[in-house]
């Protein structure tokens, strides 16, 4: 199996994600540089919810 090469520099991201950085330390804590809270509220704003999409149709039929 053939080893992966490593990639240089930082991938595409949303202008509101630049600087954001994750990382997993040797004791499996996830380090992060913006807060849950905040990553949260980007997800909130910018990704639908497949699975809410069906819900707010059937309460708005009734």
Do not use: Y
């Not at 520099?9 to 997993?24: N, Q, R, T, V, W």
């Not at 380090?31 to 980007?42: A, Y």
Request: no cysteine; net charge negative; charged share 40%.
């Amino acid at each position: 199996m053939p080893k992966k090469i490593p990639r240089k520099g930082s991938p595409e991201a949303h202008e509101e994600l630049s600087g954001f950085d994750i990382k997993i330390n040797e004791f499996g804590e996830i380090i992060s540089t913006l807060s849950v809270d905040q990553l949260n509220n980007f997800l909130d704003e910018n990704v639908k919810d497949k699975k809410l999409e069906n819900r707010e149709s059937e309460s708005e039929e009734e």
